[in-house]
Structure formats: structure tokens, C-alpha cells
């Protein structure tokens, strides 16, 4: 996978961003455990709300969808440096059951950044935000321990789907999480149909 050279953008806050993900270089939390690669770090100032988007999926290629992270103002209460991370839909596909296809996955590290230690909780949640069409009414969000091999718990409980588009709130880092679809309902996907299949 290539890398790429990153600036920090000044706004009040500092975001980083590349073309394709860099994988960490020394892994801490859920980097270590199906979450390699850094899509973004924002560095965060209590009460500036900010708002990021990411592609869906770690990949070589164009993503199917984009991850909308809307991290709001009280969300610290401190300066944190906050990465989102993702590793590959393939490498979690082996731990569903062979019905399901993972289309997306996240989780985050955050730091404070004058101590470097991890901030495990947050005092108000993160809204995460999916859109990719093989999202459907059956798409389950799942919680990833952090383990090898993680055990995944059925968080779907507070997901709202709407089309294409599945949301949930995140209030802490020491879990990941990963969407699946069973593959029958991608199968059936608006772009299958619309092609004849």
C-alpha cells in the first residue's frame, strides 16, 4: 500500500488527512488488534466541533461508501489527539459467519497529547455515520473486543438505518466495530438491480 506525506491544515484544530491509509508504525490499542491503519487524526480543542469523512474501507481502490464522524464540541473536556483508525473488510470477513460480508469497519485511538496516555472514555459520544449501498435494513453493527481473535457483540441495538445510510452513536475507545450485510441483501443491492441482475 503506498503512503503519503501528511501537513496538518490550521482551523482552530489540526487535521491530517491522506489519499489511502498509513498503516501504524508502532501500534497502540486497537491498532494492535484489527485496526492497523490511521485514516485521519484530529487533533481536538474543547468546544470546537468537528466533523470528518473518511472512505469506508481501507483499499487500493476507490471506496463503495464514505464514514462520517461528527466529534461535537463537549465531547472532552480537554486537548486530545484523536485517530481514526480501519483495517481491511477482508481481514474481519473470517470472523462473521460465512452468511455475512463486513462492508465496514473503525475504531478509534485517543491520546492526550501531553501525557500520551489513552483516553478510554468520552464525556459526550462521537456520531459515527455510514453510507455505502451494500448498507441495508439487515445491516448489523458490531462491537470487536480488544483480543486476538476479538470476540464481537451484537451493539445494534442504538444503529438507526435509513436507505443506504447506517448511524450510532460512540462514546468510548476500547472497543472497535465492524457493519455487516448479509450477503444475500447485497446481492440484491440497487446497482445489482439496476444492471439486470
Partial sequence: MRKFLVLPVLFGFALMSCATAMKATNPRGLEQFGYPYVLKTVNFQPGHAVTVTVPDAVTSGPAAGEATFAIPADAFSMPVTFQILAGTNGSWDSQV?????????????????????????????????????????????????????????????????SGTTLEHPTGVSMVGWIITTPKSEISMAPAAKMSGY
Fill in 97 to 161: 459467519p460465512s452468511t455475512l460480508k463486513v462492508v465496514a469497519n473503525f475504531a478509534y485511538l485517543v491520546t492526550d497529547p501531553a501525557t500520551g496516555a489513552i483516553v478510554r472514555k468520552f464525556d459526550h459520544p462521537v456520531t459515527y455515520s455510514v453510507t455505502d449501498s451494500m448498507i441495508t435494513k439487515d445491516s448489523v453493527y458490531w462491537a470487536t473486543t480488544a483480543a486476538d481473535p476479538a470476540k464481537l457483540i451484537n451493539a445494534n441495538k442504538a444503529s438507526m438505518i
